[in-house]
């Protein structure tokens, strides 16, 4: 029998994978912080709504975070009205938000002292492979908590791995976040170059493509960079934060990301261009504001 699971988050990102879940069997009992888009999800797929994080662990045996950073986390699991207040013998939490390692650490050390098992395993693919569930995802936290909630990982990703202890999946997300900033950084540049060069865009797009340059961020963003697209597969200040995470890291580590660097403060200037909501391709508007031209 499947397990009963809570899921809380029901964004671009948290909507798509609870969908998944409901497909696969689970029994969903949602809460999201705008009531209506709750009810309305679940209306559509079957599923519970609860008055709040309390009632969504009284009323399951794994809960399921899909947030946007690590104060909502907190909030919605250790808070009054959190996950922690209702949770029975056994709960097991699993944050799949991008919330940074010490965070994460922090969170799984107070759920611990309550009792209640913690992971964090967030996920890389944007909405496309949310809705598909073929979402790479990164589970850090004992091999216990990862056997349990390896079933749910299966039926919202393609690529699962277990990572290593608690803050470990956080720590590969934003690594992994920050060279894919770096990578579309390059891809903007390369574009708006072979443009004031005098590159004829479709062929250079076709050699990179199939050539050392090819990269996902190129796949995915050379087109709506193209024709100034900024519809949103993951949000500009989303990436600016996880890759301001991701730095905070490496400087705790003694080690310098130059790149990632400049890519942040594209995504800065961007979002004080008001792009902050948009897909983050329009770190773009930032590479052309620089170069006084336009792609």
Known sequence: MAARVGFIGLGIMGSRMA????RAGFGLVVW???AQ???GWAAEHGADVAESPAQ???RSEVVITMVVDGDQVETVLLGDQGAAAGAGEG???VDMSTIGPRAARRIGERLGERGIDFMDAPVTGSSPKAE????TIMAGGSSAAFERARPLFDAMGQLVVHVGDVGQGQLVKVINNAVAAANTTVVAEALLAGRLAGADLDALVTVMSAGSGASAMLELKAGPMRHHDWSTLFKLEHMLKDIRLCLQEAEAAGARMELVEDAATLLAEAERKGLGEQDFAALLEAVEERSGARL
Do not use: K, M, P, S
């Open 32 to 34: 999201n912080r705008t």
């Open 19 to 22: 969908a998944n879940l409901a």
């Open 91 to 93: 709960l097991l939490c």
């Open 132 to 135: 598909d569930g073929t979402l």
């Open 37 to 39: 888009t709750a009810r």
């Open 56 to 58: 969504v662990a009284q």
